[in-house]
C-alpha cells in the first residue's frame, strides 16, 4: 500500500507529498509499498470506538501563559459562563483559561421580565431583606449571600428578585446550574458585573461543608474586585453543621416562613389577568381557608388551579348541558363550587370513603369496598372516558394489586359470574363514588382536583399500593403523549415524589415494558426545578442499560430538538447521548444514537454541540464512539447545497483524519462510506467542487489497512460520472492504485 504511511496525529499539517506526483505510477500516493528492512512503520490499528481516542494528537507545549483579557457576555438569551479573565488593575492572575471548561453554566435573566413577574412579600420576607442590603448603597452588603430555608418557602424567587432590584442596570443577572458532584469554588464562575443566582437543594450533590465555605470567602474577595454578587440558596436540611456561618464576604440569612398563601395567589391571578376571580376567592371562606399553611410552592400551584378552574367552568358552561337520566338530577357546578374543589384538599371525605375495611356497599356506611376504591382511583386518572373503559381500568388496578377478589356472593354456591351479577351495577357504582353516566354511557368525572386528591391520599396512605399503582398507571397509558391522562397522572406523582428511590422504583417497572411513556414523563421532570438534577442523575445511571437506552435517547431527542431550552439542559441531554454511545455496544442502540444525531444535526446548535463532540474525540477527551457517531452525521449537514464538512469545516475538526479513523474501522466503514458516497454524488456535476472534494479524501484513502475501504468506496461509486463523463470510481481508482497493480487488483474483478 502506501509507502508514506498516513500519520494520524498530524492533523493540522499538510497531507505528506513526494516528488512524483500523483498522477505517475510510482507516486507515493498510490497503493504501492515499498519493502525495505527497516522503512516502513508498523501497521495502524484498525480504530476502536470503545477507547477514548483512537489516535490522540500531542500536546502542544505552550510556556507562555495568554495574555489575561477581560471577557464581555454577548446578549444572547444562554450564555456558558466560562473563562472569566482578569479585570486589569483590580484582579491579579485570577482565572485562567484553562478553567473554562470547567465552570458551572447558566441562563441569562431577563432583569424586566424578573420585575414583572408576580411578587408577595410577607413582613418577614421584609426583615431577611432588610438584612441583605445596605440601605445607604441599596446595594447588598456582601457580594456572597446565602439564603437558608426550608424547601418550597420560595428562596429562589427571594434571591432573584433582590439581584434584579438592588444591582444595577448593566449588571447581568444569571440563574447558574449546579452540575456537579459537590460544590466546589473552582467551578463558580466570575466575571465583571454579573450576578449569579444558584440552587443549593440536592440531598447528596450539594452537602455544604466549612472548606467550601471557607473557599468561598476568597471567592467573595473577587467577586467585589469584579462588582459582581453570588446569592446561594440552601435547603435547610443541607446546613447542618455549627460551623456553617458568616465568613468574610458571606452573609447567612435564614428564611424561617413562607409568604401569606393568600398572598401569592391574589398576586399571582392578578399578574396573570385574573383579577375578578380575586373577589370571588375573599368571598369564599371555605376556599381561603384551605389556603393557610401552603409552601410559597403550594400557593403557586394553588393559583394555576383557581385559573384552570374558571377556564374549566367558561368551557363547560358554553356547551349544551349534558342529558341526564332520571334520578340524575344533578345540576351544573357553579364556579364558587368548582373553585372550593380545587382548593379542597379533601383528605376530610378520603378518610371516609378510605375508612374501614368493607365487603359490602352500605347506603349508611360510606366507606368504599376495595372494587369500589379501584373504581374511585380509575375515575381519578380517566376522568370522563366510556363506561367499559372504566371498568376495565378498574379490574386492571385491581389485578394490579394482586390476587383479584371474587365479587361477594350473597348466596352459598354462586359463581363469580353470578356473584358479580348479584352486586350493584357498574352504573350505580360509578354514582356512589362522585360520578354519573349520561345517555351514551360515557363516565362523567368532571372533578379534575378531587382525583388528583384520590390519587395522592393512595400514595401518602398506602404505601404497598405505590408500586402496583405506578405499574397500572403504566399499562393504562394508551400513548406517550403527554397529555394523556395517565401519564399526566405519572408526571404529577414524579415531580410531588421524586426521590432518588422513587425515579429508581419507577425505572424498574416501566424502562423495559413502555420506554416511550418512561421517557414522557421524565421529561416534565428534569425540566422540573425541584426534582430535575435528580432526574438527570438517573438517566446517567440508566444510559450504560440496554433496556433504558431508548427511554434515555428519546428524552434527550426531545430536549435538543426545543431550541429555546436551557444551554445547560442541553448539555446534560448531549453527555447521557454520549454515554448510551460509549456504554453500549449493541449494534441497535448504536443506530438509534446515529439516527437521534441525523435528526439533530440538522439545528444549527446541535450541529455545533456535535462539532465540539468530534473535537473531544479528537483530542482523546470524550467516547470515540460517541465523537465518530457525531462525525457521521455531520456529513449529512449542508450549506448551500454542498456538504458542510467539505466546504466551510469548523477550524478545530480534521476531517481527513476522521475519515481515516473511520474508514480503517470495519464497525463504521459500511456507513462512512455510504456517506462518502453522497458528498461525491453532490458534488460529480460541479467540476470545482469535485476536484476540492477528491484532493481532501484522497490522503484519507491513503495509508495501512485502507486497501479493502477503499475497494468498497469506488464499488459504490459504479454509476457516477463527473461533468466530463468520467467514471468516479475509474478517477478515484487511477488515483489510488498504482499502474503497476491494476493487473493484480482489477477493478473490475474486486467490484462484483
Known amino acids: 500500500m502506501s509507502d508514506v504511511p498516513f500519520d494520524a496525529t498530524r492533523s493540522n499539517t499538510t497531507p505528506p507529498t513526494s516528488e512524483a506526483g500523483e498522477n505517475q505510477s510510482n507516486g ?27 489516535s490522540p494528537a500531542p500536546p502542544s507545549p505552550d510556556p507562555v501563559p495568554p495574555t489575561p483579557r477581560v471577557h464581555e457576555t454577548n446578549g444572547a438569551a444562554t450564555n456558558v459562563y466560562g473563562g472569566a479573565d482578569v479585570v486589569a488593575n483590580v484582579i491579579e492572575q485570577l482565572i485562567l483559561e484553562t478553567r473554562k471548561r470547567d465552570l458551572l453554566e447558566g441562563v441569562k435573566q431577563s432583569r424586566e421580565r424578573l420585575l414583572d413577574q408576580p411578587f408577595a412579600r410577607s413582613t418577614h420576607w421584609e426583615t431577611v431583606w432588610e438584612q441583605i442590603i445596605d440601605p445607604a448603597t441599596s446595594r447588598p452588603y456582601q457580594p456572597v449571600i446565602i439564603i437558608v430555608a426550608p424547601r418550597s418557602y420560595g428562596s429562589t424567587t427571594l434571591a432573584l428578585r433582590l439581584l434584579a432590584e438592588h ?3 448593566t449588571t447581568t443577572v444569571v440563574k447558574l446550574d449546579a452540575d456537579w458532584k459537590t460544590p466546589s469554588k473552582g467551578r463558580l464562575p466570575l466575571e465583571k458585573a454579573h450576578a449569579y443566582q444558584l440552587d443549593l437543594k440536592h440531598p447528596e450533590n450539594d452537602q455544604v461543608s466549612t472548606d467550601f465555605l471557607n473557599a468561598l470567602s476568597e471567592h467573595a474577595t473577587h467577586l467585589r474586585g469584579c462588582r459582581s454578587y453570588l446569592a446561594l440558596t440552601v435547603a435547610q436540611d443541607l446546613w447542618k453543621d455549627h460551623r456553617l456561618s458568616d465568613r468574610d464576604g458571606i452573609q447567612v440569612v435564614r428564611l424561617r416562613e413562607a409568604p401569606d398563601a393568600q398572598d401569592v395567589v391574589e398576586t399571582h391571578l392578578d399578574a396573570h389577568g385574573y383579577g375578578q376571580l380575586v373577589t370571588s376567592l375573599r368571598s369564599l371562606p371555605k376556599a381561603t381557608a384551605s389556603l393557610r399553611g401552603l409552601t410559597a410552592v403550594a400557593a403557586v400551584r394553588a393559583a394555576h388551579a383557581v385559573a384552570m378552574t374558571w377556564k374549566e367552568h367558561t368551557h363547560t358552561s358554553s356547551q349544551q348541558s349534558l342529558v341526564q337520566t332520571d334520578g340524575e338530577g344533578e345540576t351544573q357546578s357553579t364556579l364558587e363550587e368548582r373553585i372550593i374543589a380545587a382548593l379542597t384538599d379533601w383528605r376530610g371525605e378520603l378518610d ?6 368493607n365487603s359490602l356497599h352500605a347506603h349508611e ?23 367499559p373503559v372504566v371498568a376495565r381500568s378498574a379490574a386492571a388496578l385491581l389485578e394490579a394489586i394482586g390476587d383479584t377478589p371474587k365479587a361477594p356472593s350473597p348466596a352459598p354456591g354462586f359463581s363469580p359470574t353470578l356473584s358479580a351479577l348479584a352486586g350493584r351495577g357498574m352504573r350505580r357504582r360509578i354514582q356512589d363514588v362522585g360520578g354519573r353516566v349520561d345517555m351514551q354511557d360515557t363516565v362523567v368525572f368532571d372533578r379534575p382536583a378531587y382525583g388528583r386528591a384520590v390519587l395522592e391520599y393512595v400514595w401518602d396512605n398506602y404505601d404497598v399500593m405505590r408500586k402496583p399503582l405506578l405499574t397500572w398507571l403504566v399499562a393504562t397509558a394508551q400513548n406517550a403523549d403527554p397529555e394523556d391522562h395517565a401519564v399526566a397522572a405519572l408526571a404529577e406523582l414524579t415531580v410531588r415524589h421524586g426521590t432518588v428511590g422513587y425515579l429508581t422504583t419507577l425505572g424498574e417497572l416501566v424502562g423495559s415494558s413502555q420506554p416511550k411513556v ?17 432526574a438527570w442523575e438517573a438517566l446517567y445511571g440508566w444510559a450504560e442499560q440496554k433496556s433504558y437506552a431508548p427511554t434515555v435517547i428519546a428524552l434527550c431527542r426531545r430536549i435538543l430538538d426545543d431550541s429555546s431550552v436551557a444551554a445547560s439542559l442541553a448539555k446534560r441531554a448531549m453527555v447521557r447521548l454520549r454515554r448510551v454511545a460509549h456504554k453500549n455496544t449493541d449494534d441497535t442502540v448504536v443506530s438509534q444514537v446515529l439516527d437521534a444525531f441525523d435528526a439533530l444535526v440538522q439545528h444549527p446548535t446541535v450541529a455545533q454541540r456535535l462539532a465540539g463532540e468530534v473535537h473531544g474525540w479528537q483530542q482523546g477527551k470524550v467516547s ?17 447545497g454542498t456538504p458542510w464538512l467539505v466546504c466551510s469545516p469548523p477550524t478545530d475538526i480534521d476531517v481527513q483524519r476522521a475519515v481515516h479513523d473511520l474508514l480503517s474501522s470495519s464497525d463504521t466503514a459500511p456507513e462512512v462510506i455510504s456517506r462518502l458516497t453522497d458528498w461525491i454524488r453532490s458534488c460529480a456535476g460541479d467540476p470545482s467542487a469535485y476536484t476540492q472534494l477528491r484532493e481532501k479524501l484522497l490522503p484519507a484513502l491513503r495509508g495501512h489497512n485502507m486497501f479493502e475501504a477503499g475497494m468498497k468506496l469506488m464499488n459504490e461509486l459504479r454509476g457516477i460520472s463527473t461533468a466530463e463523463g468520467v467514471s468516479v470510481a475509474d478517477d478515484f481508482y487511477n488515483h489510488l492504485v498504482d499502474s503497476r497493480l491494476h493487473t493484480v487488483f482489477p477493478l473490475e474483478e474486486n467490484l462484483v
Do not use: I, K, Y
Open 352 to 357: 371516609v370513603r378510605f375508612g374501614e375495611m
Open 624 to 640: 470515540a464512539r460517541s465523537g465518530a457517531l457525531a462525525f457521521l452525521a455531520l456529513m449529512t449537514v449542508r450549506r448551500d
Open 365 to 387: 356506611n360510606p366507606s368504599l369496598t376495595v372494587q369500589d376504591r379501584c373504581l374511585l382511583l380509575a375515575l381519578a386518572v380517566q376522568q370522563s372516558a366510556p363506561m
Open 518 to 534: 418512561l421517557g414522557a414523563v421524565m421529561e416534565s421532570a428534569v425540566r422540573n426545578e425541584h426534582v430535575g438534577r435528580l
Open 28 to 54: 507515493s500516493g498510490s497503493w504501492l509499498q515499498r519493502w525495505r528492512p527497516g522503512a516502513g512503520a508498523p501497521d495502524r490499528p484498525d480504530a476502536n470506538l470503545d477507547d477514548p481516542s483512537p
Open 167 to 169: 444591582t444595577t442596570d
